[in-house]
């Protein structure tokens, strides 16, 4: 009884200090985990029930793609965490993606998107995943000219952003309105109750796993705040995913990435891995490194990485246990932690209190509205 | 000035065809004497004959000329990607869905299927002969001068085939034997957007019509042509006033006529079509493009007000194996079209003061579509490739 009090003692100090001004690792201080704060909004594209409703059909419209084939809840699927099971993203017909399809959850506190950050807020990544080639491959025009044929269409643009026809600028302002309302409730959260107060919303393992969490293991390091995620960008010396050894048609997407994105020529003939942050800002020290991803919700969102490389939550920790991969440039905060079994269950059933205790927003595909004949 | 040319034109076609059916001869002999009667026409028709012939660009009927020769190494290279499905976006079509080797080198449909989603509002015309056009589609949108810009347009519309150039580079380079036959055809390196869009052109420089009835008639073969159809030859050229527009080697004027035909209800009645329709008013800026309800034409390329609704003239070789005609598909048969530009064209209006009611009889009718279809020559058959070379994983990181 007494070891028992002491445990859970431990796991509430370690928290409080974590939540009060951050434990210190080494010499930094990090933000500490919590509840997520209410949903950053954009001043220019406030959020009302209607654009949410406007958004919510157009993310499952497939008219917002080039062959009518891939809507966004092509490769973000509720039931899949709003991602897909996939390693990789299926992508456009006769293409294939290259880099794990993320999930949709909580994508709202993200200050850029994308796994390389190319894209600075929701408004601007829906249109570069509509119409990138190898996602939705949808034209711009022809999108809006189709939602323009749409009688219900017209009259919720209308009502929405008080606009005659619909323009496919204002259908990612309402996609990315639909995304805002796809966050973590925070009284389905096991950790977040916990932090409200709730001391037996985590289990002793999963206390344990809390400390190791902002301890022993060093994921506070980079996942920290109440996204889990300091949205920064790390290189962890994740190998590439076999599929490109192996799969003609990854292997087209994988030079081709290379070619659009602006490498030099050497780089692009002996390409043979994903550089992430180095294809936006061109900096040697960018290669290969990745935007944190936050750790909310990962229960429903594997398999992890951004080539989704491993498939259980088991194979990541494995992975940082051994202080990450072999690829070059990796970080220095890696290092090998000398986590023992037990240590590593813990820590896992730590991270799966991060998310909802059901999958969150599962839905239905809602019925959308036809075209209609515009004599 | 219009009266001298016109037969100064009918003159010329009966010196290209020495022994034409006594019927050109007939007409010709009426005109010329009727211009007789004119002393001023005769003189302005004699003295700014050259000039007016230049400058109206009005050459007679003829046999083709022949294409420059082509690299065989391109030409094969070439041949298989029009018929390879991986040069669209999402792999669903080529280039010989819409136009089919044994449909008339075009889909036998009035309005093309397009891509997925975007089924396009005009007929797909046939690729024979494309390499003497001097404008490419039925709105001249393209210049004629560069082939491999006709193939780029296709490739990368989004109502065509929706592909981005620098993943199909990619993906050919996928495919060892399109790899070789690049290096074959291309010199060694790696295949190109550049090289894929040469290597169908010249592919489609091979396309030619041969051998047609016409041709071997004009090369003295009397018996190519039925008296039927040299009476027919005798009424393009004469009553039926179609050298008008149908001049020269290819029976094309290269210019633009509104000729009233109507409409293809499905470019409006069927959504889709209509999306399709309306993004292409809108990207080639035409005013008010959302709330045209109809085709343009010529219109949407120029914006100025004697184009409106005019088409091309198409060639009117090997219009026996491309029905249905016009710009829309919307006259089934060769029967129809002598039909509707026999009551002057179509009901339509702005129309071209060249189409008037031509008064045929069934007897001169008939004849006509027999000259017509002499204009077609042996098919042009290549057979679908039984199968394509497949991609192939490569040696990651060697690219």
Redesign the interface.
Known sequence: MNLKFLRYALGILLLVVSLGGGLAMGERKFPPLGPLPSVPVPPDNPMTTEKVELGKLLFFDH?LS????TPCSRCHVPAQGWGTVTPISPG????QHWRNGQTILNTAYYAKLFWDGSSFSLERQAPAAAGG??AG?G?D??M???L??VPEYVKRFKEVFGID?PGIAQAWMAIAAFERTLVSDPTKVAFDRYAKGDKNALSPAAQRGLALFIGKAGCLQCHNGPLASDQDYHNLGLP?HPV??????A??????E???KGVTEAQ?????RDMGLYYVTKRPEDIGKFRTPSLRELKYTAPYMHNGLFETLDHVLDFYNVGGGPAPGKSPLLKPLGLTEQEKQDLKAFLERLSSDEPPHVMDQPKLPP????? | MQFGLRHVCTYLIALLIPDAHPGVTRWYVCGFRRAWRSVAALTAGMVLLPAVLVAQQAPPLGPLPTPPAQKAEQVELGRLLFFDERLSGDNAIACAYCHQPEKGWGDGQPLSEGYPGSPYFRNAPMVLNVFFQKQRYWDGRLSGADLPTLVRDHLTEAHFMNADGRLLQERLKQVPEYVEMFDRAFGKGDPSFGKILNAVAAFMRTLVSRNSPFDRYLNGDQAALSGEARSGLALFTGKAGCTQCHHGPLLSDGKYHALGVPEHPQIIEEPERHITLRRFNRTLGVPNAVNVREDVGRHAVTKEREDWKAFRTPTLRELKYTAPYMHNGTLATLVDVVNFYNQGGGSATPKSPLLKPLGLTDAEKRALVAFLESLSGDPVVITWPESLPEYAVRPFGQN
């Open positions: 008219r080039g062959d009518l084939s456009y017909p006769g293409t080639n190898v491959n034209d025009v022809m809006e000219e189709r323009a044929q026809r590439e490109f050894e192996t799969m003609a048609i292997q087209i997407t994988h030079r081709y290379q070619y659009i692009y003939r002996a390409a043979n075209y209609a004949v515009m004599r």
